[in-house]
């Protein structure tokens, strides 16, 4: 399966031909020892890398082209130089190592889809990012395959907003291609942006008290009620109950309206304490379904959205005076302070083609009185 690890597929072929996966790797060297957790237990996303002979080998047994494999198994000739001049001469060898290391993060496969694709409902591991976790034919999220003693997936058809959040990214995806991609910051980056803004708001939504939809959510998946596990699940299924904010926080960010409205609110390039009632903050509560968040956000003082704003702003203006958020200054991207998150705005601004002329806010007059 196309992604899939190489550890995983190797225990795959040796089901096939009705072996024992530790018996098959038996008879192979090893540079290294297999990863496990604290308590002893073995990873579940550990990874090998082959050397050449080993690749050989694999092919032969499961009659596939060693070029197929490159492009199935993301792990697929990678570091064969650390493997080489190791162990016995002739003798295949090659290293573990833990995936999330080789190539990014590990998840769990659907097992209905492998049983499609296989003829039986076998474990598959693969390299899966945070936007890859939705199975959309059978309603499961993939859960992280680097934890210990979690499991497999989350059941979804009680929450078919995630779902339908999934085939909702495809199409910011192909805004995020045609826009940002322009400017240098790939949908990898823009999800990055908001996965974060959102995990902060996950962190304080235990205080909010008008908050309804995450706790739903959170209980569907935990299969009825998370009861007296409440805290684990709430660890446990994040990613799955923030989905679908996250893919509408990153259609915001890409939305040339709101950025319109946060230029407007900023003040247009005068210096103007951002107002908590204001358009942006009003358009961006109301896009993740909860119309009263807007004042409860422009509270925060600093995070990933703060930075972006103040990044994003800073570049339409062009003297990186940024936006003012609780009377306070919030640096641009032209002062260096934002990090990625200041990068991936002010690549977002650049792809919708619009800033400001120079004089508009008075860069010159910015940096001379200390307007901003």
């Known amino acids: 399966m196309r992604g899939e690890t190489t550890w995983s597929f190797v225990g795959r072929v040796a089901g096939c031909y009705g072996l024992d996966v530790d018996a098959l790797a038996g008879r192979w060297q090893w540079v290294t020892y297999r990863p496990r957790h604290g308590s002893g237990a073995r990873r579940a996303d550990a990874e090998v890398i082959l050397d050449t002979a080993r690749q050989r080998t694999l092919a032969r047994l499961c009659r596939v082209e060693e070029g197929v ?40 496969g659907c097992r209905l889809c492998a049983a499609r694709r296989t003829g039986g409902p076998v474990r598959v591991v693969r390299y899966a990012a945070r936007w890859e976790r939705v199975c959309v034919r059978h309603a499961r999220w993939s859960l992280d395959a680097d934890a210990d003693g979690v499991p497999e997936h989350l059941d979804l058809r009680e929450v078919p907003e995630v779902v339908e959040a999934q085939r909702w990214w495809a199409g910011v995806v192909r805004r995020a291609v045609r826009r940002a991609v322009r400017a240098g910051v790939d949908p990898g980056e823009v999800f990055g942006v908001a996965w974060a803004v959102v995990c902060r708001w996950w962190e304080s939504a235990l205080s909010w008290e008008r908050e309804e939809i995450w706790p739903r959510r959170l209980h569907a998946v935990a299969g009825g009620d998370a009861g007296g596990d409440f805290l684990w699940w709430r660890v446990v299924g994040r990613d799955a109950v923030v989905f679908p904010e996250v893919v509408a926080v990153a259609d915001a960010l890409l939305d040339p309206v709101m950025a319109e409205r946060l230029w407007r609110d900023g003040g247009a390039g005068w210096p103007r304490t951002l107002p908590s009632d204001g358009a942006f903050y009003r358009e961006l509560g109301e896009r993740v379904g909860r119309p009263w968040l807007g004042p409860v956000i422009a509270a ?73």
């Open 69 to 108: 494999l490159a492009r199935a198994l993301p792990s697929w000739g990678r570091e064969e130089d650390e493997v080489a001049g190791w162990g016995t001469a002739g003798m295949p060898q090659g290293m573990w190592r833990v995936g999330g290391a080789v190539v990014g993060p590990v998840a769990f």
């Open 300 to 372: 925060e003082d600093g995070g990933p959205l703060i930075a972006w704003m103040g990044a994003a702003t800073a570049w339409r203006c062009g003297c990186g005076c940024g936006v003012r958020v609780g009377g306070r200054p919030v640096a641009g991207a032209a002062g260096g302070s934002t990090g990625d998150h200041g990068r991936a705005a002010a690549g977002l601004w650049a792809g919708s083609g619009r800033r400001a002329a120079r004089g508009r806010c008075g860069a010159r007059r910015c940096r001379r009185r200390n307007a901003c």
